[in-house]
T-cell receptor, first 116, second 112 residues
Framework: GAVVSQHPSWVICKSGTSVKIECRSL??????MFWYRQFPKQSLMLMAT?????????EQGVEKDKFLINHASLTLSTLTVTSAHPEDSSFYIC????????????FGPGTRLTVL | KQEVTQIPAALSVPEGENLVLNCSFT??????LQWFRQDPGKGLTSLLL?????REQTSGRLNASLDKSSGRSTLYIAASQPGDSATYLC???????????FGTGTQLKVEL
């Protein structure tokens, strides 16, 4: 099956710093990738759609200046959490649809962000 | 706005039992429905995908059905094993843009 990787798998940072999370499609190209956030014991909430070569589209209530998304190539999207605060601590997961398989979505392993 | 609900929220069964997880959605205009498995602290593993024109899909001990008109899907797990313990999420694809709306999840525990 298609593989999506994320790096890092976990990160701990001080309040006020910025953290970059990478999402890569390893064996297929993805013009679109999605970023989700998951709080403990809750389901996944879509944050934004990352579009290769153009601006990301954000869901209502998600601050685009705080969560910077760059989709520089067909296999890489990055999410940068700027000036992170403890309330940004969460599990961040990316996904990419495989167009040749009924747009089935494949998910990365997730990144656990802890802001102290 | 699409809303997806899963019942029950948690389930504990003895090994070997057959079980059914339920998923309901409010907007029946979906393109497909996916069932995922999530282990604690991990990402999602796709289990089954049902297109809107299909009624069911099977993979091993798993069988997923879809009744689009009534806004329901079920995931049937046969002969459950302790290794099946995880959270099961259903998600529907509606509208344009490949956006998935996730259900609230069912936390399954299969005991020896």
């Amino acid at each position: 099956g298609a593989v999506v990787s994320q790096h890092p798998s976990w990160v701990i940072c001080k309040s006020g710093t910025s953290v970059k999370i990478e999402c890569r499609s390893l064996d297929f190209q993805a013009t679109t990738m999605f970023w989700y956030r998951q709080f403990p014991k809750q389901s996944l909430m879509l944050m934004a759609t990352s579009n290769e070569g153009s601006k990301a589209t954000y869901e209502q209530g998600v601050e685009k200046d705080k969560f910077l998304i760059n989709h520089a190539s067909l296999t890489l999207s990055t999410l940068t959490v700027t000036s992170a605060h403890p309330e940004d601590s969460s599990f961040y997961i990316c996904s990419a649809p495989l167009g040749t398989r009924d747009n089935e979505q494949f998910f990365g392993p997730g990144t656990r962000l802890t802001v102290l | 706005k699409q809303e997806v609900t899963q019942i029950p929220a948690a389930l504990s069964v003895p090994e070997g039992e057959n079980l059914v997880l339920n998923c309901s959605f409010t907007d029946s205009a979906i393109y497909n429905l996916q069932w995922f498995r999530q282990d604690p602290g991990k990402g999602l593993t796709s289990l089954l995908l049902i297109q809107s024109s299909q009624r069911e899909q099977t993979s091993g001990r798993l069988n997923a059905s879809l009744d689009k008109s009534s806004g329901r899907s079920t995931l049937y797990i046969a002969a459950s094993q302790p290794g099946d313990s995880a959270t099961y999420l259903c998600a529907v694809l509606t509208g344009g843009g490949n956006k998935l709306t996730f259900g609230t999840g069912t936390q399954l525990k299969v005991e020896l």
